[in-house]
């Protein structure tokens, strides 16, 4: 059983279009994010909800809109795409308490190529 | 704000030797401090988790140690293998998870 996945793992679309990748964890975890990792490979947090509350929320374009329908789901809708969104989108899961952070679980990724 | 770096950026070494990857972070309040692998065009694979109370763990040939008062972490890999090559991250805890850029480790055989 696959801990994070997320779908689609490769997507090719045009400049300007709206689009979304879907993330699902069967950890019951509370906590789930998503990172972004350009071209030089560097993985960098856009969001982060706990129990479907939105906790973390980077400097992201609005472009990009987090949707948690329950805990164990997180959705990333992408409207209005650029070239810049190319990239590879990881979804990662953790538990988080008190402050305290769980470990990290990661998703294949969504490798996005914008056109 | 947490800044996490990493050292070096690329390592070359033959198989069977012992080596060291440095990872360093401005923000010693920190909850834990976590290494992963992560193969080209894959997700990453969660390596060792070291809480902040904890000062080393330990994995088959792999050792991570955490010394938060100087906001460093090592992880030391023994007698390595080509199957070790990968980029090697490290990410540290406060309120996210925040990455260092990695080392990206080859191991010729």
């Known amino acids: 059983d696959t801990a994070v996945s997320q779908t689609p793992k490769y997507l090719v679309t045009q400049m300007g279009n709206d689009k979304s990748i879907k993330c699902e964890q069967n950890l019951g975890h509370d906590t789930m994010y998503w990172y972004k990792q350009d071209s030089k490979k560097f993985l960098k947090i856009m969001f982060s909800y706990n129990n479907k509350e939105l906790i973390i929320n980077e400097t992201v374009p609005n472009r990009f809109s987090p949707k948690s329908p329950d805990k164990a789901h997180l959705n990333l809708h992408i409207n209005s795409l650029e070239l810049g969104d190319s990239a590879v989108y990881f979804c990662?899961?953790?538990?988080?308490?008190?402050?305290?952070?769980?470990?990290?679980?990661f998703g294949e990724g969504s490798r996005l190529t914008v056109l | 704000k947490q800044e996490v770096t990493q050292i070096p950026a690329a390592l070359s070494v033959p198989e069977g030797e012992n080596l060291v990857l440095n990872c360093s972070f401005t923000?010693?309040?920190?909850?834990?401090l976590q290494w992963f692998r992560q193969d080209p065009g894959k997700g990453l694979t969660s390596l060792l988790l070291?809480?902040?109370?904890?000062r080393e763990q330990t994995s088959g040939r792999l050792n991570a140690s955490l010394d938060k008062s100087s906001g460093r972490s090592t992880l030391y890999i023994a007698a390595s293998q080509p199957g070790d090559s990968a980029t090697y991250l490290c990410a540290v805890a406060n309120n996210d998870m925040r990455f260092g850029a990695g080392t990206r480790l080859t191991v010729k055989p």
């Open positions: 070291i809480q902040s109370s904890q």
């Open positions: 923000d010693s309040a920190i909850y834990n």
């Open positions: 990662a899961s953790s538990q988080r308490a008190s402050g305290y952070t769980g470990e990290l679980f």
